[in-house]
């Protein structure tokens, strides 16, 4: 069928009113042959329309209803709320509550890293004896805080080489070790010696404004080409994305691995969490070369992504979407200029905060968005300057 042909369904959980809302874009006027019914089992919404049909499985359970309401207009839109037919089980998280991909603890120790693309091994079998988790990115200040204000020591107030030496100065940064696997967000933390050094090819990038210092390193997959990290030399860090990567148990059975969606969700929302701030820059990587392999529209990235989250924790199901329903986070998104961007980051009152990801990652980003704005209906696909948008959250099941 042709895409104008398409019937499109829309529905997405209410959970605080406990309702499913739907809206529904049909390819011709609404007439007496369109229909809408629930499935007697409420997971499902059909809507007919001139001897087409279309079908989604609802989010959440809903009170069956043989006919729905439907407007008598000349429009091509629909909308329902429709009542859940039981309460919802559990809570909302908080931003601060959100499962984060890959953990520590998810990781079983002695486990092989090996490329998502090739499955060449990255870090063999048995190198890393243990996964740990690395604090969030105001660990430092956070602990200086707590150091300045305990009640019975004041003895060194805010001395920051004292802060140093104790571990957690705001000038203090956490170094790779040998067996260890240091997990963040969206990325390990892994010391050289670790990586399989004949499965990885580098291209490092210099700063001019600094005599031809090293600044960082990217870091491929020597096999199929494919971006695996970067090293910075400034952070004395070598980084493996998660999503470019499958984690391999000793049992020969890959973890259920997070995708590139999953792991932006996650820093968004943790920098929410962290600052406040629910809009963000995404920002390409500093330092690192221009990927010439890259396709035309990935390797060169200019105008910055710009993303509001508007609701950090929805479930949805569209007749467009590969699968459903989808746990997500709901965004508006825009592009602008580096000048706009360096105007809003360094503003008094800027409520933005800044996020760094391989420019090619940022590309990928933005495809994904601009293909999940045709999950919704027509009506709902922009405000005012910005875009709506969806990005897949991590729930364990794998992207």
Not at 4 to 27: D, F, K, W
Not at 51 to 65: C, D, F, I, Q
Not at 250 to 270: F, N
Not at 311 to 328: G, H, K, L, R
């Amino acid at each position: 069928m042709p895409h104008s042909q398409h019937i499109l369904i829309y529905a997405e959980l209410l959970s605080n009113i406990r309702q499913v809302s739907v809206g529904c874009t049909l390819p011709t006027p609404i007439s007496t042959t369109t229909r809408a019914t629930v499935a007697t089992d409420g997971r499902a919404l059909t809507v007919a329309h001139h001897g087409s049909s279309a079908t989604v499985r609802l989010p959440e359970r809903v009170a069956p209803l043989s006919q729905l309401p439907i407007t008598k207009s000349e429009g091509t839109s629909l909308s329902w709320r429709l009542p859940l037919a039981a309460p919802l089980t559990g809570r909302v998280q908080s931003a601060s509550e959100e499962l984060v991909p890959w953990s520590g603890l998810d990781l079983e120790p002695g486990s092989a890293v090996i490329c998502r693309t090739c499955k060449s091994a990255i870090v063999d079998a048995g190198t890393l004896k243990i996964w740990k988790d690395l604090p969030s990115e105001n660990w430092a200040e956070m602990m200086e805080f707590w150091h300045c204000h305990k009640p019975h020591n004041h003895k060194h107030g805010n001395d920051e080489e004292h802060l140093t030496n104790r571990g957690y100065g705001a000038s203090s940064r956490i170094t790779a070790q040998p067996g260890v696997g240091f997990v963040d967000l969206t990325s390990f933390l892994l010391a050289d010696s670790d990586l399989v050094a004949d499965s990885i090819s580098a291209s490092e990038a210099t700063d001019s404004a600094s005599n031809g210092t090293k600044v960082a390193t990217t870091l491929r997959c020597a096999s199929c080409n494919t971006q695996l990290g970067v090293r910075n030399y400034q952070a004395l860090s070598t980084s493996i994305f998660k999503w470019q990567v499958l984690i391999k148990k000793r049992g020969d059975i890959p973890e259920l691995s997070p995708s590139l969606a999953q792991c932006v969700s996650a820093m968004l929302l943790a920098t929410m969490a962290r600052s406040g701030c629910s809009k963000s820059i995404l920002l390409p990587i500093r330092g690192l070369p221009l990927d010439e392999s890259a396709p035309e529209h990935v390797s060169q990235v200019r105008d910055l992504l710009n993303i509001w989250v508007f609701n950090a924790n929805i479930t949805f199901s569209s007749t467009e979407a590969p699968v459903s329903p989808i746990n997500a986070v709901k965004v508006f998104y825009r592009t602008v200029s580096q000048e706009e961007a360096d105007k809003m980051l360094d503003s008094i009152t800027s409520d933005v905060q800044d996020i760094s990801l391989p420019s090619d990652a940022i590309s990928t980003i933005v495809g994904l968005l601009n293909q999940s704005n045709a999950f919704v209906p027509e009506s709902d696909r922009k405000f005012k300057e910005w875009t709506v948008g969806l990005l897949e959250k991590w729930d364990g099941a794998g992207g």
